[in-house]
């Protein structure tokens, strides 16, 4: 099982990246896919997450509005499109998958890091 992310980076405040992660090994379209990330000296935090099947949503309140979480199930991939980036998204971006039926079923990526800075 892996779950690999990409698309991190420096970039200006104001500025967009889309993250990646492509999973293999198990069943992509069972799991519902999560992005979380954490700042120096905080906990981890829930971002985003989208649901197995149907699609649905959940953001975080303070990116709701700048950022989309997406998945397509043909690619086992799930990106995270973040725009209007602010100094305070600094973090490390983890992806997490955990199975529709058993929560305890979880895999988890090894993050990327992105910084948001002028």
């Known amino acids: 099982v892996q779950l690999v992310e990409s698309g991190g980076g420096l970039v200006q405040p104001g500025g967009s990246l889309r993250l990646s992660c492509a999973a293999s090994?198990?069943?992509?379209?069972?799991?519902?896919m999560s992005w979380y990330r954490q700042a120096p000296g905080k906990e981890r935090e829930l971002v985003a997450r989208i649901s197995s099947f149907s699609g649905s949503t959940y953001y975080e309140d303070s990116v709701k509005g700048r950022f989309t979480i997406s998945r397509d199930n043909a690619k086992n991939t799930v990106y995270l499109q973040m725009n209007s980036l602010k100094p305070e998204d600094t973090a490390v971006y983890t992806c997490?998958?955990?199975?529709?039926?058993?929560?305890?079923?979880?895999?988890w990526g090894q993050g990327t890091q992105v910084v948001v800075s002028s």
């Open positions: 997490m998958a955990v199975h529709r039926f058993i929560s305890t079923t979880q895999y």
């Open positions: 090994g198990f069943t992509f379209s069972n799991y519902a």
